[in-house]
């Protein structure tokens, strides 16, 4: 079982920039790929960016450029640097594992929300304009 509290959120104006955190229990982290999802009000949750364990990164194209996700391994710990932020990235970000690392005869898609078998709780961000 591997829980994730996500913490870092909060308001901030448009242009400015926050670091989310993920912090994972357990010690099979280092080989999970992992991903930040967000949801805003009356939409549904969308992949923001995913991690392999070797290190490959994936980015929605709303965030490209803008956002980056990192990983320290040693502090079991997975980041979401953003940077340039906008209104319209308002929502609440979830961290969430994929126990198969992106692979496996059932991998789906790394920006699917059935790929990823557990979540954090959830930090909001909210960016003023």
């Known amino acids: 079982q591997v829980q994730l509290v996500e913490s870092g959120g909060g308001l901030v104006q448009a242009g400015g920039s926050l670091r989310l955190s993920c912090l994972a229990s357990g010690r099979t982290f280092r080989s999970y790929a992992m991903g930040w999802f967000r949801q805003a009000p009356g939409k549904e949750r969308e992949f923001v960016a995913g991690?392999?364990?070797?290190?490959?990164?994936y980015y929605a194209v709303s965030v490209s450029g803008r956002f980056a996700i990192s990983r320290d391994n040693a502090k079991n710990t997975v980041y979401l640097q953003m940077n340039s932020l906008k209104p319209e990235d308002t929502a609440v970000y979830y961290c969430a594992a994929d126990s198969h690392d992106y692979s496996g005869p059932y991998y789906l898609s790394y920006y699917d929300v059935r790929q990823y078998d557990y979540w954090g709780q959830g930090t909001q961000v909210t960016v003023s304009s």
């Open positions: 991690m392999r364990s070797g290190g490959s990164t």
